[in-house]
């Protein structure tokens, strides 16, 4: 006998039995790449992401549950449009497609927002920008996103080596802030370049977090127009473009911790900004 969770669900669930649907190799695909599909679209899973992502205003192309979790389709069919692709697929198909080891019995294909530098720009009196640069781990992206939205932030722009934004890990660590936070990447060759001397001539201050050197971090102006560069895990900013920084600001902690994780130094520096402008 059907499931009458799935029975309630009416017609809409279109049952895939086969790997090579068109939109299930999409989605393991998206995944396994950490890229968009041909037609632009990210791969995201769970059942919180996926609610962000319906909260956030996303384009959905397509949803897919997993056989024996019908109550997330119950929970979240009424939720989606008409319009969406909704897939039910055998545990073992949904399970290979996923980029999770624990999957949560859902997953979907959605267009995130796009922006310029610009509308970044066009933002700074909300607070500082966030430039990562050469930042690897997943999670320390993910964190410093959902500070920036959590904080205050005119935008975060992905430079060169950093990890991708649609990293599936780096999504989880948003725990959804990805969705709505003003994102630019800049990861091709010479684009931070660009990025800095549009920053300069919009007379925006370019600071460098430090874990020993630089002003302390409560002496530091961060009420004004900053931007607030967050260099690689372990070895900081590139030389070339730590030569470009107005200052370098320090977060003191105790002597006998080497220095912070990005994340951490990144979210604490936000806070301050966001105290130093009274929006605490």
Do not use: W
């Amino acid at each position: 006998m059907a499931n009458p969770a799935l029975r309630s669900s009416g017609e809409r669930l279109r049952k895939i039995e086969g790997r090579h649907n068109a939109l299930v190799k999409e989605l393991r695909q998206a995944f396994s790449r950490a890229d968009l599909t041909s037609d632009g679209y990210c791969a995201i899973e769970g059942m919180r992401i996926v609610e962000e992502a319906i909260r956030s205003g996303l384009r959905f192309r397509a949803v897919f549950f997993e056989e024996s979790a019908p109550e997330r389709a119950e929970r979240l069919l009424p939720q989606i449009g008409s319009h969406v692709e909704t897939l039910l697929l055998p545990d073992k198909l949904f399970n290979a497609a996923v980029a999770s080891e624990t999957p949560q019995g859902v997953a979907a294909l959605v267009r995130l927002k796009q922006f310029s530098l610009d509308d970044v720009l066009d933002r700074l009196t909300v607070g500082p920008v966030v430039v990562l640069a050469g930042l690897q781990d997943p999670g320390n992206v993910g964190t410093i996103v959902r500070s920036a939205e959590a904080f205050g932030s005119a935008g975060v722009i992905l430079g060169e080596g950093t990890v991708s934004a649609i990293n599936s890990k780096v999504i989880r660590a948003s725990a959804g802030s990805i969705f709505r936070m003003p994102l630019v990447v800049a990861r091709v060759a010479g684009a931070m370049e660009e990025v800095i001397n549009k920053l300069r001539t919009s007379g925006v201050r370019l600071l460098a977090t430090s874990s020993h050197k630089g002003t302390p971090l409560v002496q530091a102006n961060l009420a004004t127009a900053a931007a607030i560069f967050v260099g690689s895990e372990g070895s900081g900013l590139p030389r070339g473009m730590a030569a470009k920084m107005d200052e370098s600001v320090a977060i003191p902690h105790s002597e006998h911790v080497e220095s912070l994780n990005a994340g951490v130094a990144g979210s604490i520096i936000l806070y301050e900004a966001a105290r130093q402008r009274g929006q605490l």
